[in-house]
């Protein structure tokens, strides 16, 4: 596996969802990193499928609404919606280790949204 590239300062945005990708500790590569920022669902898949055999789990970083504080959960499953239409556009949801199910969409953060039918795409 190649390195991917490293940077000492990362910006993050409540604009999508901020995945932590955490590599178990193994001490088999020392050049390899200890964890990956990625930026939304799509990122995050293609994360993973670039890892391949790295044991890792999955958090986000999120922000309290109430007060504007930072919070940081394990996140269980990846998860697309059913579509009743033939629409090529996957809408992502992400499940926590607690049983909550969420939009990966900037536009249904911090609201209740109806849950659809949803199909998993990968476990954590």
């Not at 964890?35 to 993973?48: C, K, N, P, Q, S």
């Not at 670039?50 to 996140?75: I, K, P, Q, Y």
Request: with cysteine.
């Amino acid at each position: 596996m190649q390195p991917l590239l490293s940077w000492r300062c990362v910006g993050w945005s409540d604009l999508t969802p901020n995945f932590f990708v955490v590599a178990s500790s193994g001490g088999e590569d020392c050049a390899s990193p200890d964890g990956w920022v990625v930026d939304g669902a799509e990122a995050l898949i293609e994360l993973v499928l670039h890892l391949g055999d790295v044991a890792f789990s999955v958090h986000l970083l999120g922000r309290n609404e109430d007060d504007a504080s930072v919070t940081l959960c394990r996140v269980s499953g990846l998860w697309t919606e059913v579509q009743a239409n033939d629409s090529d556009v996957a809408i992502y949801w992400y499940s926590t280790t607690v049983g909550e199910t969420r939009p990966c969409s900037p536009v249904a953060f911090g609201r209740r949204v109806e849950r659809p039918r949803l199909v998993n795409v990968m476990t954590f």
